[in-house]
């Protein structure tokens, strides 16, 4: 008798569970900030400090296509080659202003590489994971506090929403 009514309550709670509908996840990437820490690092190679901005965001995507499979031109810029875009913002008297890009220097873009373990296959596609960026300061910058907007591009071009980081203080560090 108790093993029939085990045997039910198992098959029972199979049922309901088959017949719950999973919720879909849109296609377009959603994007949450998680952390930005600064830290000191001695680069072996330059022989000097530098400054390490770790930026750390969530992602989930309902069909898996976060990653570039390879570059499309490794000799010039090309914005095709990035998936991850960083905005900079200079804080000033509780307002944010846009930092104009310097065109001497590369655009503040970086590229997440495919990874063939988030490949999925069958009905239900979705990743959600945690991406970490460093950012690197040879020197430190000429701002008192940053933040940045950034947002990310799967391979079918959806372009996630946009998240700020949270303010980046550079009064006080030095790198000697």
């Not at 820490?37 to 069909?63: M, R």
């Not at 080659?81 to 001497?104: R, V």
């Not at 040879?138 to 940045?148: G, K, N, S």
């Amino acid at each position: 008798m108790n093993r029939s009514i085990l045997i039910l309550s198992f098959i029972i709670l199979f049922v309901v569970h088959a017949c719950i509908k999973t919720e879909p996840v849109s296609p377009v990437p959603e994007i949450t900030f998680n952390s930005y820490e600064l830290s000191v690092a001695y680069d072996t190679l330059l022989k000097q400090n530098i400054l390490i901005g770790t930026l750390e965001f969530s992602f989930i995507d309902g069909d898996a296509d976060i990653g570039m499979y390879y570059l499309e031109d490794t000799v010039a810029w090309n914005e095709n080659n990035y998936n991850l875009f960083l905005t900079p913002y200079e804080k000033l008297e509780g307002e944010y202003f846009l930092i104009e890009p310097d065109s001497s220097k590369p655009p503040p873009y970086y590229t997440i590489a495919h990874d063939d373990k988030l490949d999925r296959v069958g009905q239900n596609k979705t990743i959600k994971g945690k991406i970490k960026l460093d950012i690197l300061y040879f020197i430190v910058p000429e701002y008192d506090t940053i933040r940045y907007d950034f947002y990310i591009v799967d391979r079918a071009k959806h372009a996630s929403n946009i998240e700020s980081t949270s303010d980046i203080e550079f009064r006080g560090i030095t790198l000697n």
